[in-house]
T-cell receptor, first 112, second 113 residues
């Protein structure tokens, strides 16, 4: 099976812009989660989608949003970018329930 | 709230020696515990998990972890370290509330020849 794919792999944006990141889960996986990884804060949970519904949400401002499509693909959007949003954004997919999550390679976002 | 602590930022071990990477957790309800490894410029790779059952869990690449409920620990172990094991290791916990993983700060494992 193909693994989790994320596009683009690298992005450079300017403060105030918005950005959309994409994630394609492993075939058959219906749960998609997003995480932010930074040197200072480590790995932090953003949100989880299951069957096109946001099921869990982390402690991030409303500028961070996401959605899931009927084919389980997911997008994450960050509006009004700030310098502190520079990070590696990781997407993970899993079967429903407490199953292991499989991570994509991440999208490295740099905000200047 | 759930939390994970990895008390060592870095662990150094000689190739061929046993290794241990420590993890303690705090969670309401039953813990679901995971270990992941991250290589440079890569995403996280799943190593092993504890959901229920035997306290000793075996995973990928010869790694194992021991669940200790009384000490709320889930230490990662390997009997004989390889140079290729050098990477960043993350312990994570989920509650029975769903797929929200809380990660520890990570431990860098350095295996020297």
């Amino acid at each position: 099976k193909a693994g989790v794919t994320q596009t683009p792999r690298y992005l450079i944006k300017t403060r105030g812009q918005q950005v959309t990141l994409s994630c394609s889960p492993i075939s058959g996986h219906r749960s998609v989660s997003w995480y932010q990884q930074t040197p200072g804060q480590g790995l932090q949970f953003l949100f989880e989608y299951f069957s096109e519904t946001q099921r869990n949400k982390g402690n991030f401002p409303g500028r961070f949003s996401g959605r899931q499509f009927s084919n389980s693909r997911s997008e994450m959007n960050v509006s009004t970018l700030e310098l502190g949003d520079s990070a590696l954004y990781l997407c993970a997919s899993s079967l429903d329930g407490i199953y292991e999550q499989y991570f994509g390679p991440g999208t490295r976002l740099t905000v200047t | 709230a759930q939390s994970v602590a990895q008390p060592e930022d870095q662990v150094n071990v000689a190739e061929g020696n046993p290794l241990t990477v420590k993890c303690t957790y705090s969670v309401s309800g039953n813990p679901y515990l995971f270990w992941y490894v991250q290589y440079p410029n890569r995403g996280l790779q799943f190593l092993l998990k504890y959901i229920t059952g035997d306290n000793l869990v075996k995973g990928s690449y010869g790694f194992e972890a021991e669940f200790n409920k009384s000490q709320t620990s889930f230490h990662l172990k390997k009997p004989s370290a390889l140079v290729s094991d050098s990477a960043l290791y993350f312990c994570a916990v989920a509650s029975n509330a769903g797929n929200m993983l809380t990660f520890g700060g990570g431990t860098r494992l350095m295996v020297k020849p």
